[in-house]
């Protein structure tokens, strides 16, 4: 592989950084929440609402999301630093991520949200399509919360992920 096509398989969504950080929940077979760390999210549609989010199909979430067809988006901020780089660096086919956040209900989905989380996105699975190594994951928005709506961002700030394992936050 020579040095331009490095560049482009491994580096160029890093020009695309800071983006905010986004913990997918999902559920488990056996009801219980699953928790993965995203950055790769993006709205698609204003009208109706609808968000995608991209997740290899070898993770232990892709197969969550596709057999519940519900998922939650929190945005932590960071003050969850620690739990966040837990959850992402551990997969839930081999770690119970149930007790690492603190869990409550959503109020459109059987999929819990991120207590502590500054913002929360409840989705229903609209579809999947593969993409090169990801599928794009598409939600339809049913529901949406925020500490502070309409402050967005003025009294609470969401980590951001600058690429690989480097964190940081919005100064004003």
């Known amino acids: 592989m020579d040095a331009i096509t490095k560049d482009l398989s491994s580096l160029y969504y890093r020009l695309l950084c800071p983006r905010v950080v986004t913990i997918v929940v ?3 077979l056996d009801g219980k929440p699953n928790a993965m760390v995203a950055a790769w999210h993006t709205p698609v549609s204003v009208n109706p609402p609808i968000v995608a989010i991209a ?3 070898s993770r ?3 197969n969550l999301i596709q057999n519940s067809g519900e998922f939650t988006i929190n945005i932590p901020d960071m003050a969850l630093v620690d739990k966040v ?3 992402g ?5 081999s770690m119970d991520k149930s007790t690492l956040f603190k869990y409550a209900p959503s109020r459109m989905l059987k999929t819990p949200i991120i207590e502590d989380a500054i913002g929360v996105i409840e989705c229903k699975l609209n ?3 593969e993409m090169g190594d990801h599928s794009l994951i ?3 928005v049913v529901g949406v919360s925020s500490k502070g709506f309409g402050e967005v961002w003025r009294t609470s700030t969401p980590m951001l992920h600058l690429g690989t394992n480097f964190f940081t936050e ?3």
Do not use: D, V
């Open 89 to 93: 660096y551990n997969s839930g086919a």
């Open 138 to 140: 598409f939600g339809n």
């Open 127 to 129: 579809r999947m399509l």
């Open 60 to 62: 232990f979430t892709h």
């Open 55 to 57: 997740i290899a199909p």
């Open 170 to 172: 919005l100064k004003k």
């Open 26 to 28: 999902s559920l488990r």
């Open 85 to 87: 780089e837990m959850a």
